[in-house]
């Protein structure tokens, strides 16, 4: 299982998990002032990958922060507020 670390990690006031890393498929986002500010990842495509640098890039603002959690929530649709707000 490879584990792969995006923005700072350090220093955050929340954390929530999505997906499992068990089944080697899990997202930990790592939030301050309830604006994202890194990840810790495994099993992640390119294109998710991607989109959660710029994420972390923006610090975009979840717009529900349990919709992190939920896997049948897409991120752009747990963003949704977020990605408006940052362009």
Same mark, same amino acid.
């Given at each position: 299982?490879? !584990?792969?670390?995006? @923005?700072?990690?350090?220093? *955050? #006031? #929340?954390?929530?998990?999505? @997906?499992?890393?068990?089944? @080697?498929?899990?997202?930990?986002?790592?939030?301050?002032?309830?604006?994202? $500010?890194? &990840?810790? *990842? &495994?099993?992640?495509?390119?294109?998710?990958?991607?989109? !959660?640098?710029?994420?972390?890039? &923006?610090?975009?603002?979840?717009? #529900? $922060?349990?919709?992190?959690? #939920?896997?049948? $929530?897409? !991120?752009?649709?747990?963003?949704?507020?977020?990605?408006?707000? &940052? @362009?």
């Amino acid at each position: 299982m490879r !584990l792969r670390i995006f @923005g700072d990690t350090s220093q *955050h #006031d #929340d954390r929530l998990t999505r @997906g499992s890393f068990v089944d @080697g498929n899990a997202i930990v986002f790592y939030l301050e002032n309830e604006q994202l $500010v890194g &990840t810790l *990842h &495994t099993g992640q495509d390119d294109e998710t990958e991607e989109r !959660l640098k710029q994420l972390i890039r &923006t610090q975009a603002r979840p717009q #529900d $922060v349990r919709a992190l959690a #939920d896997e049948s $929530v897409s !991120l752009d649709d747990a963003f949704a507020a977020g990605a408006e707000e &940052t @362009g």
